[in-house]
């Protein structure tokens, strides 16, 4: 995979003491708790129902240092591989269908060129 497709970009605002990671394309997203203590949210792209970026809720509050960044990345790797594989056999399952109606819709388009 092509890192630099994915456009990282990172964020500290210390006012209200959330880091911000996105990457891939910017679109509208929405946030899923990845954590029981809703300390770290995933961004989820609206449209593509893809990873776009995760949130640390009060990383300096948690001393998130002290902790270890794998201890706070790790149910954000977890979230972010089981929406994938949910992605991926959704495709799955829609690809008979998507292959029926391209075949439909090049033949009309056959047809229509005489």
């Known amino acids: 995979m092509d890192t630099k497709a994915l456009k990282p970009r990172s964020n500290y ?3 209200a003491d959330v ?3 996105g990457f ?3 679109e509208p997203v929405f946030t899923e708790d990845v954590d029981d203590n809703e300390t770290i949210l995933l961004e989820i792209g609206v449209f593509s129902g893809l990873p776009r970026g995760f949130r640390i809720i009060g990383p300096k509050k948690h001393n998130i240092k002290q902790l270890g960044f794998q201890v706070w990345i790790q149910p954000v790797k977890d979230r972010m591989k ?3 594989e949910e992605r991926i056999r959704g495709l799955q399952q829609q690809e008979p269908d998507l292959e029926r109606i391209a075949e439909q819709e090049l033949q009309n388009a056959l047809a229509a060129c005489g």
């Open 24 to 26: 891939g394309d910017a």
């Open 13 to 15: 605002d210390s006012q």
């Open 19 to 21: 880091l911000y990671v």
């Open 82 to 84: 089981s929406l994938l």
